[in-house]
C-alpha cells in the first residue's frame, strides 16, 4: 500500500517546528506511525528524513508483512543464521549507519525515543532496546545531534488522519463479535475465565468484515477480560484481571476488550447483569448505575467538538455522575484518554482528566469510560471509542 | 511468600563477583527474578542490596499481587489520581531515591539494564523506561556509579533453582489443556484461527492443577498460534502466526504456544495430520519427517548432561535430520535456546546453536525443537521444554 501522504506530511510540519531532520523510531506504535507497519518482534526502525524518504529496517522474516501494509522503503537484516548468533542491536546498526551516510543525515539533527514511553505488546515477546540504538549513534555517528522525539511523536498520536480513523473503526467494528459473545456465555454459574475464553473465541473466530474501503485486518489481536461481583469493583486498576470466580445471580459481569487490527487499538468495555432467568428485571441498584453512566456518556458525548477543553467534557460526565450520587469515591478515574496507537494508557493523549491541559481537535480518538466502582459489590463501566469530527463526535463502538 | 533463599544467595554471589553493591531492575521478568514477583505494567522496579535487602516499588493498584507471591520488601505509589496526572518515572524516582540512601546507596555501584533485551510480554500494554530511570540517577544521585547488569542477569536467569524448575514444570502441565483442545479441533474444512481459538478456549478454560508442593497459577497467561500446509513452512520465522486459511486433507498442521503462570513461560510445539478420517494413516512424507525429528529430540536429549557443549548437544539432533535427509535448508534453526523467564527468544541462555559457546548446568531449562520445513509444503517441528538434572535430560512437557 502507498503510504498515508497525510500522515507524512503532518510529521514534516513537526519536524520542521522541531528543528529536526530526521525520526528515528523503533517502538512498535512509532513505526506504524512513521510508516504503516507495526513490527511484530520490536526488532525494526522506522527513519523520516526532511528530504520526504521514509525508511523501515527489520528482520528478513517480518519483510511480507511491511511489504502488504507500508509503502516505505524496506531494508532487511537476517535476526539469526546457523553460521552464527545474532545480537539485533549489531545487526540494524550495520544498515542504519549506512542509511544515515547515503541521507546524508551523519551530522544531522536526529529525534529519537529517549524517555519513558507506553507500548501495546506488538507481540507475546519483544526487543526492547532501552538505550542502545542512542548508545550506537553516538559512538558511531558523533558529529550526529540527538534530540528526544518522545514529545512530538506523543502529539502526533493524538490526532489521526483519515485513514487511520478508517483503520480504528474498522478495529472497534470486529471487536463487537467478541462482546457478542461474551453476553451470551454470561449466566449465573459460569466462571470468569470460561466468559472471558467465550469472548476471545467469539472475536478469534469471526472473519472480519472489512469496512466500505477499508482493507479487513490481516493481523488481529484481542484480549478480553471478565470481571464479576466484587471482582468487577477492582476494575479500576490500570489494568483488568480475569480471575476464575463463579458468577452468582444478580452479579454485575463486566467484560473489557482491549483489541488491535494490523496494530491500531481499540479500548471497550461492557457490564451486564447476570440475571437468573433471562426475564428476571436487573436490581434497582444496577439500572441506577446504568442510567447514571449512560446519561454521562451523553454528556460528554455532547461537549466533544474542535476547540473544547479536556476538562469540560470530563466535568460533563462527572456532574451527571455526582447527580445521581456517585462522587469521587465512586468513579476514581479520569473520563478517558488516547486510543488507537495506544491501548489502555491513561495518558495516552487526549486526556480526558479533570487535571487535563489538552484541547481537543477533530481526528482525536479517545475512549469515554464513566464507571461507578463499589468495593465488595462490584463496578458498572460502559467504555466507548469516539472520534473527534469537525462538528462534534462520532462513536466508533455502535453495538 | 517468602524469598527463594538459594536464589537470594545466587544473586548476592554474582553481585559480588562482578563488584556491585545493588541490582536494580525493571524488565518484567527481571523483577521476576529478583524479588518472585512478575509486574503487570512493568512500571516497578526491583532492588536486591549487598546487605542481603530485597525491596520492589510498584504501583499501588499491583500491591495484592505482589504481596501473594514475594517476600520483598514492598512500597508502593499511586499511578494517577483525579488530582494530577501521573508520570511514572517521576511516580517512581522519589521512593527510590529515598530507598537509596536509606540503603546508604548513593555513592554506590549500581547494576543497571542499559543494553537491549529481549523481553515476554506482561500485559497487554506496559511502560518502557528505555534510558530514563538510569538518567534519573545520574541526575539526582550523580555519585552513583552505574554499570550495566546485562551479562549478570542474563547468566542468572538460565540456570533455575528448585523453586523456579517447579513453576516452570507447572506452567508446562498446564499448557497441556490446550493442545488436547487443538488436536480435537484439527480436522479438514476448520480454518487455523478457529483451530487457536480452540486451543486458547481449551486453555484458559481448564483450572490449573497444581503439581504436589507447588502453588497454582494464580496468573496464567496462553498465546496459542495454528499453522496449516504451506503457512507451517512460515514457522521457522522468529514469530509464529495464525491465519484464517481452511485446512485441507492430510495437511501438516502446527500449533505452537508460549504459556506463562506467574511469569515462567513455556515454548511448546506439536504438529498433527489432518486426516480425512479418523482412521485414515498419515502420509508417508509425514512419517518420516515424524520419525526423524523424534529420533533427533531423542539424541538430543541423551546428549543432555551438565558439562555437556551446547553445540554437541545441538549437532547430535541435527546429525540424525541430516541422515533423514533434512539439512540447513530444512532445518534452518538451532536445536533450542532458554526458556522459563524467556518466551521464544533465540538469544536466552543456553543457546542450542551451530555456532553456541554456552556449557550446560544442571538447572538450566531451555526446548528441543528439531524441525523441518518444507515452502508450499509444510513443515513439522516438536518443541519440548527440557530440564538439565545432574545426570542428564527431564523433559517437562510430557504430553
Known amino acids: 500500500m502507498d503510504l498515508d501522504s497525510e500522515r507524512q506530511a503532518r510529521i514534516q510540519d513537526a519536524m520542521r517546528e522541531a528543528g529536526l531532520d530526521a525520526l528515528l523510531c523503533a517502538a512498535p506504535s512509532h513505526v506504524l506511525l512513521l510508516t504503516g507497519y ?39 537484516y537476517l535476526p539469526g543464521r546457523l553460521e552464527e548468533m545474532v545480537d539485533p542491536v549489531q545487526a540494524l546498526a550495520k544498515p542504519l549507519l549506512s542509511l544515515l551516510d547515503r541521507l546524508q543525515l551523519s551530522r544531522a539533527s536526529l529525534g529519537l525515543e529517549l524517555g519513558y514511553g507506553v507500548q501495546p505488546a506488538s507481540y507475546l515477546t519483544q526487543v526492547h532496546f532501552r538505550a542502545s540504538l542512542a548508545d550506537v549513534l553516538r559512538d558511531r555517528q558523533p558529529a550526529a545531534r540527538i534530540h528526544s522525539c518522545d514529545a512530538l511523536v506523543e502529539r502526533l498520536k493524538a490526532v489521526k488522519t483519515p485513514r487511520e480513523l478508517d483503520l480504528i473503526r474498522q478495529a472497534c467494528t470486529d471487536a463487537a463479535a467478541g462482546f457478542a459473545a461474551a453476553e451470551a456465555a454470561v449466566h449465573p454459574g459460569a466462571r470468569e475465565n470460561e466468559v472471558a475464553a467465550a469472548a476471545l473465541a467469539g472475536f ?27 471482582n468487577s469493583a477492582t476494575a479500576s486498576a490500570a489494568f483488568a484481571r480475569t480471575r476464575t470466580r463463579e458468577i452468582a445471580p444478580d452479579d454485575l459481569v463486566m467484560i473489557h476488550a482491549n483489541t488491535a487490527g494490523n496494530g491500531y487499538w481499540t479500548d471497550i468495555t461492557r457490564t451486564f447483569t447476570a440475571r437468573a432467568t433471562p426475564s428476571a428485571p436487573p436490581p434497582a441498584r444496577h439500572r441506577q448505575m446504568r442510567q447514571a453512566i449512560s446519561e454521562a456518556t451523553a454528556a460528554a458525548l455532547a461537549a466533544i467538538r474542535p476547540g473544547a477543553r479536556s476538562v469540560d467534557v470530563d466535568l460533563a460526565a462527572r456532574k451527571v455522575m455526582q447527580g445521581h450520587g456517585f462522587g469521587e469515591k465512586e468513579f476514581v478515574h479520569g473520563v478517558g484518554h488516547g486510543v488507537g496507537f495506544a491501548a489502555a494508557n491513561a495518558n495516552a493523549l ?26 465488595d459489590f462490584g463496578g458498572m463501566r460502559h467504555c466507548d471509542v469516539v472520534a473527534v469530527t469537525p462538528t462534534g463526535a462520532d462513536v466508533l463502538t455502535n453495538f
Open 350 to 375: 487526549p486526556r480526558i482528566h479533570p487535571a487535563s491541559p489538552d484541547i481537543l481537535e477533530a481526528g482525536m480518538t479517545f475512549n469515554v469510560e464513566p464507571a461507578a466502582y463499589f468495593p
Open 38 to 76: 507495526w513490527p511484530v518482534m520490536a526488532a525494526s526502525v522506522a527513519l523520516v528524513a526532511r528530504s520526504g524518504e521514509v525508511h523501515v529496517i527489520a528482520p528478513e522474516d517480518e519483510r511480507t508483512l511491511v511489504e502488504a501494509v507500508s509503502g516505505a522503503t524496506l531494508t532487511t
Open 204 to 230: 478469534e473466530r469471526t472473519l472480519p468484515s472489512p469496512l466500505a474501503g477499508v482493507p479487513a485486518s490481516e493481523r488481529r489481536d484481542g484480549h478480553f477480560f471478565c470481571m464479576s461481583g466484587p
